[in-house]
């Protein structure tokens, strides 16, 4: 079985500073891995996805990730933060084969102070 | 960009009315889902569907029904609302074949049940 662990909740930080939300799994199988933002009042899009290959993945807006397996987490970062990256993120994850939906995680809320 | 639609946004409504939030989208998709969003908690999936005339329930426990009677459609129906039912409802979508488990989701319909 997969489960997600997201373990911020609420993230604030100043607008241009770093930011990374941090996202754990738990899995007996290698998974796909996904960054989902949801925008308020909006539906989940996808930032990012690790399927196989390099460990770092670039996404919409500035986003990365960096898979590492031997911690099995999938942290989420951007350099430098807007006030438009103000939003909901989920984590999840799916298995190659076999379950045919996304696992997600709690989501982690940043905010993003002027 | 992805093309799947939710109706209503938003639901207000009393306690035993009938309801059917809308789900449909135009790109074709083999399967889609429905999930349960409530603050602070991961979503969860309440329905899924890999085709016409095949629906199953998803691993939270829901008192609602679909049906996937065309592919693009894919209702959400409660006989009876109740103030348990007040929640958000996504509705999603992936390729049946060739996928890597990327979901492209609706807007959500927010249900207030009083």
């Known amino acids: 079985a997969q489960s997600v662990t997201q373990l911020d909740s609420q993230v604030p930080v100043f607008e241009e500073a770093p930011v990374e939300l941090r996202c754990n799994y738990s899995?007996?199988?290698?998974?796909?891995l996904f960054w989902y933002v949801q925008y308020p009042n909006q539906g989940l899009q996808l930032l990012l996805k690790y399927l196989s290959g390099s460990t770092l993945v670039k996404g919409i807006n500035g986003f990365e990730a960096e898979f590492n397996k031997s911690q099995t987490s999938f942290h989420l970062r951007k350099p430098s933060v807007h006030i438009s990256d103000t939003a909901e993120y989920f984590c999840a994850v799916k298995p190659p084969t076999g379950a045919n939906n996304l696992f997600f995680g709690t989501g982690t809320r940043l905010t993003v102070i002027p | 960009e992805a093309d799947i639609y939710q109706t209503p946004r938003y639901l207000v409504i009393g306690t035993g009315k009938k309801i059917t939030l809308e789900c449909s989208q135009t790109?074709?998709?083999?399967?889609m889902y429905w999930y349960q969003q409530d603050p602070g908690m991961e979503l969860h999936l309440i329905h899924y569907?890999?085709?016409?005339?095949?629906?199953e329930k998803g691993d939270l426990s829901s008192e609602s029904t679909v049906s996937r009677i065309r592919t693009e459609h894919f209702p959400l129906t409660l006989e009876s609302a109740r103030p348990s039912h007040t929640s958000q409802y996504l509705c999603a979508s992936s390729p049946g074949k060739g996928g890597t488990g990327e979901l492209f989701f609706g807007e959500g319909s927010r249900l207030t049940v009083l």
């Open positions: 569907s890999y085709g016409v005339n095949s629906t």
């Open positions: 899995s007996s199988v290698s998974v796909y």
């Open positions: 790109m074709g998709h083999d399967k």
